[in-house]
Nanobody, 120 residues
Framework: QVQLVESGGGLVQAGGSLKLSCAAS????????MNWYRQTPGSQRELVAS???????NYADSVNGRIFITRDNAKNTVYLQMNSLKPEDTGVYYCNADIMTPNMRLTNYWGQGTQVTISS
């Protein structure tokens, strides 16, 4: 059974930094796109950043230049380095990935989420 497990959330003051990690476990043949989303109460989940297997990245305009997504394919892990954090970055951050399993099916998986709170 495939799982995505996030870690690294917490409380930090505005201007500070946090690094989130998300590790995929289970019987995995390969992972295509890996993504980070965030959600605040009353709002839809929004895409923060995405990275392809080859390392191509895309960012939401609101985080461009402050937040960086990387991945370690050998560890099936994706990271989100968040710098110059703002109160509006507060939310639950979810890891998301397209994962190929031995039955050669590509399935989209979500992690359980990790809370990030930025105090002003």
């Amino acid at each position: 059974q495939v799982q995505l497990v996030e870690s690294g959330g917490g409380l930090v003051q505005a201007g500070g930094s946090l690094k989130l990690s998300c590790a995929a476990s289970g019987t995995i043949v390969g992972i295509n796109n890996m993504n980070w989303y965030r959600q605040t109460p009353g709002s839809q989940r929004e895409l923060v950043a995405s990275i392809s297997r080859a390392g191509s990245t895309n960012y939401a305009d609101s985080v461009n230049g402050r937040i960086f997504i990387t991945r370690d394919n050998a560890k099936n892990t994706v990271y989100l380095q968040m710098n110059s954090l703002k109160p509006e970055d507060t939310g639950v951050y979810y890891c998301n990935a397209d994962i190929m399993t031995p039955n050669m099916r590509l399935t989209n998986y979500w992690g359980q989420g990790t809370q990030v709170t930025i105090s002003s």
